[in-house]
């Protein structure tokens, strides 16, 4: 089924970006960048997994006519909008959190000319 196909193309799409999200809390040197991948990678993650959810959900309510769907992407899309609020909320929470405690950001851009003089 070609639903199923688009579900399946959307649920890799939100793995992927869940996995760039703990890849750059690994790696990134402080709070502030690891907060900005980790936000940015799961919000998108998990909206692109909930699509992926409710694109199964609307192509099996269509085929089966089972209500059970209906509540599925109900739920789903309310998820989607209370993730988007509180991902934005709680990373500006943290981070202005960060800044008062005296976290100081790692120095974001090297300017080799700069220390050469030139």
């Excluded at 699509?51 to 089966?64: K, M, N, P, Q, S």
Aim: hydrophobic share 55%.
């Amino acid at each position: 089924m070609l639903a199923d196909s688009i579900a399946f193309v959307l649920l890799v799409i939100g793995l992927i970006f869940n996995a760039l999200g703990v890849i750059g809390l690994l790696r990134f040197p402080d709070v502030y960048t690891r907060l900005h991948a980790s936000t940015k990678a799961t919000t998108f993650g998990s909206i692109f997994l909930c699509l992926g959810v409710v694109v199964y959900a609307i192509a099996h309510y269509f085929w089966t006519s089972d209500s059970q769907y209906l509540m599925v992407i109900v739920h789903t899309i309310i998820a989607v909008f209370a993730l988007a609020v509180t991902n934005a909320a709680g990373s500006h929470a943290i981070s202005r959190a960060a800044y008062k405690s005296g976290q100081i950001p790692e120095p974001a851009v090297v300017d080799k000319l700069a220390e050469a003089g030139l």
